[in-house]
């Protein structure tokens, strides 16, 4: 079981990400924050291995304008062996990364433009992890979308835009339940259409748990039915609510009690915890520490 967290590294040196505005997005400026970025990464999976955290969510933003026409610079062949040297230290160090596009990848749009933007960003979060040479069990994390004031077609939608993605984006892509409007039923029945491994979120689940009423570690079992040994091990998000905030936003530090009773009631099962908490890796440290004998 590995424990990790998403993107931001607190407290710790030369680890975080440079973005600038399209105003300023010249080429000068873009080579030198890729150039930073992948230097950060580096560090942070050093810092990672060095606290045995065998999780790390890449930001999107790591190449600045990845997926927009503004950024014309090839930067998979102009960085390529950094790429392939980070990669070959991801897997030396036995850490699983993964990314999650942002909440305007929106890939059962009704809105075509927006559908294939998707669908763009989706093929850029990929090449990422491709030019690191990583397998697939490095994934991409996506939300379903929207309702359109009709779930079914909705649905219907995300699985015909689906098919048309490259093979090496479905190959990476998982789908989770959200906090307002898919349930981790929904996201099944997707799957069973499309054989997509499901994210099980347990805080998403408490906020909008749907009809059908079953445990996490119902849900959780479930879900690992839809992962294969291509995908490598299941995978299930983990947050708390925070305290007089809205349903669904996540505390600034994990509750370790609330935490191990959580980790005892599925420790029986494989499986790898991201944690999505504000405190990012000082949680992660924590909850590592706690279930070491």
Known sequence: MKIGYACKTIGVPNTGTKRC?????????????IDHNLNSLENTLDYAYKNEIGMFRICSELIPFGSSP??????????????????????QYGIRVSMHP?????????????????AYDLCYHARVLDSLMLGPEHKIVLHVGGIYNNRKRSMER????????????????????DDKCYCIKDVLNISENIHIPVIYDYLHD??????????HAEWILACKKTWTKQDGIQKIHYSQQAPGKSAGSHSETIDIDKFLSFYNSIKSNNVDIMLEVKDKNLSAV????AIKK
């Open 70 to 91: 503004v950024n014309r610079i090839h930067w998979w062949d102009v960085y390529k062996g950094r790429f392939i040297q980070i990669g070959d230290k991801i897997k």
């Open 102 to 118: 942002g909440q305007y990848t929106v890939l059962n749009s009704k809105n075509d433009e927006v559908a294939a933007k998707a």
């Open 21 to 33: 505005l399209m105003k300023n997005a010249s080429e000068e400026r873009l080579l030198e924050i």
């Open 286 to 289: 924590k909850c590592i520490r």
């Open 206 to 215: 408490i906020v909008n748990p749907g009809t059908d009423k079953k445990s």
């Open 158 to 177: 995300f699985i015909t835009n689906y098919k048309l993605l490259d093979d090496s984006i479905r190959s990476r892509l998982v789908i989770e339940n």
